[in-house]
């Protein structure tokens, strides 16, 4: 295994060279990373899960970090799939 120390990469996004440490960088990989979920996979990231008596397994984004960054993340999620069809 080789470990590379490079520190920067290319936004799907920008085109441009962005900090691999950044916050633009987090954000963009986690759009990427919603993009690779099932439909059930993004429902139970973004919603959270119950089982089958109702109790909380886990709460999903929209209860740790709120609906705004539900919004950000899924608008996030558009704009890199439109530059993906731009690319194409």
Same mark, same amino acid.
Do not use: C
């Given at each position: 295994? /080789?470990?590379?120390?490079? /520190?920067?990469? /290319? $936004?799907?996004?920008?085109?441009?060279?962005?900090? /691999?440490? $950044?916050?633009?960088?987090?954000?963009?990989?986690?759009?990427?990373?919603?993009?690779?979920?099932?439909?059930?996979? *993004?429902?139970?990231?973004?919603?959270?899960?119950?089982?089958?008596?109702?109790?909380?397994?886990?709460?999903?984004?929209?209860?740790?970090?709120?609906?705004?960054?539900?919004?950000?993340?899924?608008?996030?999620?558009? *704009?890199?799939?439109?530059? *993906? $069809? *731009?690319?194409?």
């Amino acid at each position: 295994m /080789t470990y590379s120390r490079d /520190t920067e990469a /290319t $936004s799907e996004l920008t085109g441009q060279t962005v900090n /691999t440490w $950044s916050e633009e960088w987090r954000i963009e990989t986690e759009a990427r990373t919603v993009l690779k979920m099932s439909k059930q996979e *993004r429902d139970a990231f973004f919603n959270g899960r119950k089982d089958e008596n109702g109790k909380t397994i886990d709460r999903g984004v929209i209860g740790i970090r709120g609906p705004k960054a539900v919004e950000d993340i899924k608008a996030t999620v558009e *704009r890199l799939q439109e530059a *993906r $069809s *731009r690319s194409k």
